[in-house]
């Protein structure tokens, strides 16, 4: 089973070489700009766009599937464009910040806490709720993918901290893999930027849910069987037998993981450091690749792994934020939203893995993976049908908005629920632990 991992890498790789040519059949190229619609003419269905790029305003047609009193003046958005017969024609427009309402104030507050608690507690930067999360609330895909690598370093530096002081962070190995997590970084970013300029924000919507979809039913369905039969185990620290394996590649130079507690050559961290990078610039998520190649190619156990992860998501993040912030994309007010709440949420979960065994950590991680997978599908047949891949109509793509959110709201409620109930057994646990030897200490 833990061969399947290699296989993930490899067709990481391939998916983001080929999904560019995948879509290309379902929508004609476009160039998306960032600007502001300055006025609206619904007599000529055109509107006069003033990109950010340039001083220069266009006059662009509008497509017959947008409206003209639909068109927002003096709001910044993205347009996709399109040349028919020599002239430029807006095919979509996507707000590229969401507007602020209370409810959805209180719902980043507490998407934040949630995704906090999950990159404390299992190390992967919670991201894979939180994008999809944004996603949901209106924000396009690659702002979605932009804010949240930049809420992530700081939250990572905390969690990192936290870990550390419980002595779970190999430091060494999150260095090390963090340099290959940068060189991914580059490429993610530059893949992202392409598929949003030739297919516009609805092609990077569904670019994002389409690899979630794939990543999250593959690793997840993995790390939850690994969970339920390591759960049964008399000893479910065994090292895995491909992690043996690459411990007996002798290529310089070698290192000496003291915490992990593998020797091995630094190029076997070299493709899931890159992989890891590469993820999270393009959809936010690099822990897929992060923690389950520690665990079953390095051989780190789950809790060094999910702390390390931590660390690498630190390095990379820091750096993809400079890069997406370069490229307009970072929504600054959701950043700081669900930062303001995920610090406290990486504290909780960070302090709960002292009270949980290993298998815990793979089960809360496989189980919201697996829940969230099918809140991104059911989206994958809306983003088609406005690409013009398939046909759907109206009230089915309502039933699959909804389902989509709900499924998500589920993902999360599930999330805190294992936690916390983790958390509780385990304080409670601790608690008579702590009695039981002050009573034989006194006897």
Request: glycine share 10%.
């Amino acid at each position: 089973m833990k061969k399947w991992i290699v296989s993930i890498l490899a067709v990481i790789f391939v998916m983001m070489a080929l999904a560019p040519a995948a879509f290309a059949e379902s929508a004609p190229p476009s160039n998306a700009k960032k600007g502001d619609f300055t006025s609206v003419d619904p007599a000529t269905h055109t509107a006069v766009f003033q990109p950010v790029d340039s001083d220069q305003p266009i006059t662009l047609k509008l497509a017959d599937s947008i409206k003209a009193e639909d068109v927002q003046l003096n709001d910044r958005v993205l347009v996709s464009m399109s040349d028919v017969n020599g002239e430029q024609v807006a095919s979509e427009i996507s707000t590229m910040f969401i507007g602020l309402t209370l409810d959805k104030l209180i719902a980043l507050l507490l998407v934040g806490l949630v995704g906090g608690l999950l990159s404390g507690f299992i190390g992967s930067g919670g991201a894979f709720v939180l994008t999809p999360s944004m996603m949901a609330l209106g924000a396009p895909g690659a702002v979605a993918v932009a804010s949240n690598m930049c809420h992530k370093f700081p939250k990572a530096m905390v969690g990192t901290y936290k870990r550390f002081k419980y002595g779970q962070v190999d430091v060494k190995l999150g260095l090390v893999m963090g340099v290959s997590s940068i060189v991914g970084v580059e490429l993610g970013i530059r893949v992202q930027e392409k598929i949003l300029d030739t297919w516009g924000s609805t092609g990077s919507d569904l670019y994002v849910s389409f690899v979630f979809v794939i990543i999250l039913v593959v690793v997840g369905a993995i790390i939850l069987r690994d969970a339920l039969t390591g759960s049964k185990t008399v000893n479910a620290d065994v090292m895995p037998k491909l992690a043996l394996a690459m411990q007996k590649i002798k290529i310089p130079p070698m290192m000496n993981f003291k915490k992990a507690g593998v020797v091995l050559s630094a190029w076997v961290t070299v493709p899931i450091g890159f992989a890891t990078g590469l993820l999270a610039a393009t959809i936010a998520v690099g822990g897929f690749i992060g923690v389950p190649g520690m665990i079953y190619v390095v051989g780190a156990s789950a809790m060094v792994a999910s702390a390390t992860e931590l660390l690498i998501a630190f390095v990379m993040g820091m750096w993809g934020s400079v890069e997406w912030a370069l490229a307009g994309l970072i929504d600054i007010r959701m950043t700081l939203l669900i930062l303001a709440t995920s610090l406290i949420g990486v504290q909780l979960g960070a302090l709960g893995t002292t009270y949980v065994k290993d298998h815990t950590i793979k089960l809360v991680m496989a189980s919201v993976m697996l829940i969230v997978a099918v809140s991104r599908g059911v989206k994958v047949p809306v983003y088609l049908s406005k690409l013009g891949a398939i046909d759907i109509n109206t009230g089915t793509a309502d039933i699959l908005n909804a389902l989509s959110f709900w499924t998500l709201i589920a993902a999360l409620a599930a999330a805190g629920f294992i936690i916390a109930s983790a958390m509780i057994k385990g304080i409670a646990r601790a608690k008579v632990e702590e009695k039981e030897a002050a009573i034989a200490e006194g006897a």
